[in-house]
């Protein structure tokens, strides 16, 4: 279970605080959960997360809860990986697909995020 090295959340007794990995803040880091991870590059990879419209990361690749188990399942060791600013499906079907937009989604509770249940794995099969 991976999580990040840079963002999460302080903890001292049962206060749970939102922090950077090397803020000031009393308690002991534990990283924000990124479920799912399947690294591409050194600390790169990609991972269950809130996706947003707008850059948010460090460079990872966020997946929408539902599609992060799917992905993983999908994917092995070795699948190549191309990043690309645009693809050459941008110029027909780009402008007709959703945006995915969980910006305004609540954040999960932060109890939930620093305890092993951030990581819970999906209860059926994953790829029907």
């Given amino acids: 279970d991976k999580r990040s090295g840079s ?29 799912f991870w399947c690294e591409f590059a050194p600390a790169y990879g990609f991972h269950q997360g809130f996706v947003h419209p707008v850059p948010r ?5 966020r997946l929408k809860g539902e599609a992060a188990p799917k992905f993983y399942a ?33 954040d999960p509770d932060p109890h939930i995020s620093i305890s092993s249940a951030a990581f819970e794995k999906p209860s059926g099969p994953v790829l029907e």
């Fill in 57 to 61: 990361t460090h460079g990872c690749i």
């Fill in 7 to 35: 963002y999460g959340f302080r903890v001292q007794g049962d206060r749970v605080v939102p922090a950077e990995a090397g803020s000031n803040i009393p308690g002991r880091y534990v990283g924000y959960p990124m479920g």
């Fill in 74 to 106: 999908l994917v092995h060791n070795g699948t190549p990986v191309h990043i690309a600013t645009t693809q050459p499906e941008d110029e027909t079907i780009g402008p007709r697909v959703k945006r995915v937009d969980d910006s305004r989604t609540p």
